[in-house]
């Protein structure tokens, strides 16, 4: 069965501290796997996509990582903001013929002060 | 970037109404749309895809009578929620992506739905 789990559920660190978000996955043929930050009450941003080639993929303090032989992902956030506080998203696109998205349930982060 | 446009973002209505939900891809062409659901707290939920020029595909459980979806443009894409009850008060997004399906998807910034 094609899914997408991410761990933790939620997390709370301090700002200024650094994090990792882990996705696994279990969907076969892969396309993709891409990262969203999604803020309360908006719509998600991408923060990165990577194909299977990939392994490594930054955006500013955002880093995506991929190993397609264990399946795994992870985001790593560097030095943390309070602006980071938000769920992130991590959806792996099956290679068929609709493209179909699997949803990871997202992990909650929260920034304290 | 591209940019995808949701409209209303907030709607409240009365029980028994419709409501119309827009989404535009404003700068690409958007061969693929869909719409989700976000309840609070929760993750979001896919109701639909669709294609443009051809019917949507639902997912399982949600009805297709209920949310009407209608993509007759490669740049609109709309939700209507007929007879509308308070249990389908919702944050509802829709995405779009553009001609290759690997390519990005671009999120609207979502519509605020209370019934009464």
């Known amino acids: 069965k094609n899914q997408v789990e991410q761990s933790p559920q939620s997390l709370i660190i301090l700002e200024g501290k650094n994090c990792t978000l882990q996705c696994n996955y279990t969907v076969s043929p892969f396309s993709n796997l891409r990262w969203y930050k999604q803020d309360t009450g908006r719509g998600p941003v991408s923060l990165t996509i990577m194909t299977f080639s990939e392994n490594t993929k930054s955006n500013g303090r955002y880093t995506a990582t991929l190993d397609a032989d264990t399946k795994q992902s992870s985001l790593h956030i560097t030095a943390s903001q309070l602006s980071d506080s938000a769920s992130y998203i991590c959806?792996?696109?099956?290679?068929?013929?609709?493209?179909?998205?699997?949803w990871g349930a997202g992990t909650k982060l929260i920034i304290k002060p | 970037g591209a940019v995808v446009s949701q409209h209303p973002s907030w709607v409240i209505c009365k029980s028994g109404t419709s409501v119309k939900i827009e989404c535009r891809s404003l700068?690409?062409?958007?061969?693929?749309m869909f719409w989700y659901r976000q309840f609070p707290k929760q993750s979001l939920m896919l109701m639909a895809t669709s294609n443009e020029g051809s019917k949507a595909t639902y997912e399982q459980g949600v009805e297709k009578d209920k949310f009407l979806i209608n993509h007759a443009s490669l740049t609109l894409s709309t939700l209507t929620v007929t007879s509308a009850h308070p249990e389908d008060s919702s944050f509802y997004i829709c995405?779009?992506?553009?001609?290759?399906?690997?390519?990005?998807?671009?999120f609207g910034e979502g519509s605020r739905l209370t019934v009464l």
């Open positions: 700068d690409f062409q958007a061969t693929t």
């Open positions: 959806v792996v696109t099956i290679m068929d013929s609709n493209y179909q998205l699997i």
């Open positions: 995405s779009a992506r553009g001609q290759m399906n690997t390519g990005e998807l671009f």
